[in-house]
């Protein structure tokens, strides 16, 4: 006997709302942006420190080791002041930035927001702790070099960007080994200062009271020097279809990236959209084709990458080394049927709701919403800007979508790298685009 079980109609649309926020501009330089989030009793923090042009692997291993040590406490005594107002404290590192991001019961901003500047005024990088956190760092990259995504990942960047920064952003294991805390400490004195950061507080606390806090504990903070302004990426230049060899690889790994709109473009929403109906989501046209279809793929996925000196839209998909070349040529084909066709109003609306409700949720939570803050604050946006944003969203046309896509999402512009047998994939290959093999 079979039983049907009707599914509901999806609840109607509600407005995207964001939550009360101020602003606060400091004599040394720091920007504070506090936003009112009293959902639960806990308060997030993102400390975002420009950093473009630092030091790859100096800087990679000062992310690791900035909460390691001040002049009159240890890493284990700044572990233990964090952990008593119930919070976590870390940092990270990308070309663009130096992020320092945290949490706290409520009760315990102040303490959270005082360990905080005591690292950045007086982080010693202990010799002893340095050696250890390289080690395993050394160690992390050495196993990532072995894995197939790191390896297609740094390909793809080289080939995108050339010298500029963004092509490299994970370090080599050798240069890493050779960093000292001599060189933690001159980068530090160099780079981190407040002239540029931007410190984000979100969670149950009153909005001038977070200000305060920000302000009492980070307005003595001081440092040298102007941030540096990362240059533009250059405009990928399309050609040969970049071929690494990887013997032996029973699979392989493909990519292929478009120059996108920036986030401020005014038709990033109906970039966004677009993106979704070709490969964004598990409704896409993309996984439709090689995933349901065709069985090429588990997890093919396209995704707009919004960075300070240019966005991609970069798709992925790994498949099996038998199927290389027509998966290629199938993810060619959807981005020329997303340039040439429009899509269906029905395609237009599934990817309006999922993209408003994935604004939704990722502001549901304050560390969510906080992390979202400090990335649009780095573009010298404001939480504001999400409700434009929605009401974008709302308003793109089929006609929209279609005129981005023809811009967009042409197949010539694609730029493409595979990682995988060259032996078993080339001749393929080589009956559909011109293949230049990397080193």
Known sequence: MTTTIAVPELAPATEFTIPEYGERHLPNGLT?????????????????????????????????????????????????RVQAVGGGLAAGVDPDR?????????????????????VLRDATYPADQVRVERERLVDRISVARQQPGHLVQRALLRRLYGEHPYSIQVPEPEDVATVTSEALLALHAERVHPVGATLVIVGDLPVDEALDAGEAALGAWNGGGEPLVLAPAPSPRTGPLGLVDRPESVQSSLRLALEAYPRTHDDNAAQQL?????????????????????????????????ALAGSMIVIAAD???????PALWEMRYE???LAVTEPTSEELEQAR???????????????????????????????DWLLDHARRLSAVSIEDVHRVAREIFAPAKAIAVVLGDEREIADEIRALDEVDILG
């Open 319 to 325: 498949v099996a080394t038998e199927v290389t070349a």
């Open 32 to 80: 504070v942006l506090a936003i009112h989030r009293p959902s639960v009793p806990i308060v997030e923090i993102r400390l975002r420190i420009p950093f473009a042009y630092a030091d790859v692997a100096v800087a990679s291993v000062m992310a690791q080791t900035l909460l390691s040590g001040t002049s009159t406490a240890s890493v284990v005594d700044i572990a233990a």
């Open 353 to 383: 709701r999922y993209a408003l409700g994935t604004l939704r949720i990722g502001t549901a939570t304050q560390a969510g919403l906080a992390s979202l803050t400090s990335t649009f604050a780095g573009m010298g946006l404001r939480p």
């Open 335 to 337: 981005l020329g049927r």
């Open 98 to 118: 130096l992020i320092i991001a945290g949490n706290s019961l409520r009760g315990g901003i102040g303490e959270l927001l005082a360990v905080t500047a005591d």
């Open 274 to 306: 677009a993106n979704l109906i070709y490969g964004g989501y598990f409704s896409s046209r993309l996984v439709h084709n090689i995933r349901e279809t065709k069985g090429y793929t588990y997890s093919p996925r396209s995704t707009v990458d919004h």
